[in-house]
């Protein structure tokens, strides 16, 4: 979805009206915020099925959890959190980026 974004922002939006660049942004924005509720979701979900899973008394696995883990190098978070973390980072940086592009950026002539 962001590929599709910069690419219609390259070929069309970058000499649009501003109303079709904030329509286009919206649409966008709409579109993260589905992907990040979905996303959301199957986080609870894992998190969930971790918690069930620490109640057996064994497993025929071994593992003993889902990312819960926290390793030296992550400063006391657990795996979900340390990736849940750079994943926002990463989409905010992204986000901003666009935002800018679509809006402030000024394009030069071809």
């Known amino acids: ?4 974004y910069i690419a219609g922002l390259w070929l069309f939006l970058k000499h ?3 109303a079709l660049r904030l329509i286009t942004f919206l649409l966008l924005t709409a ?7 979905i ?7 894992l ?3 971790d918690r069930a899973w620490a109640k ?9 959890n889902f990312g819960g883990i926290r390793p030296d190098i992550l400063q006391g978070f657990t795996l979900y959190e340390a990736s849940a973390a750079l994943g926002f980072l990463a989409f905010a940086g992204i ?10 950026y000024r394009w030069q002539d071809e």
């Open 1 to 4: 979805m962001i590929s599709a």
């Open 16 to 18: 649009s009206p501003f």
């Open 31 to 37: 579109g993260l915020a589905l992907m990040g509720a």
């Open 39 to 45: 996303t959301w979701g199957l986080h609870e979900f």
């Open 47 to 49: 998190l969930a099925t």
């Open 56 to 64: 057996l008394p064994s497993t025929s696995t071994e593992i003993t």
């Open 95 to 104: 986000y901003l980026a666009l935002a800018y592009m679509t809006f402030g």
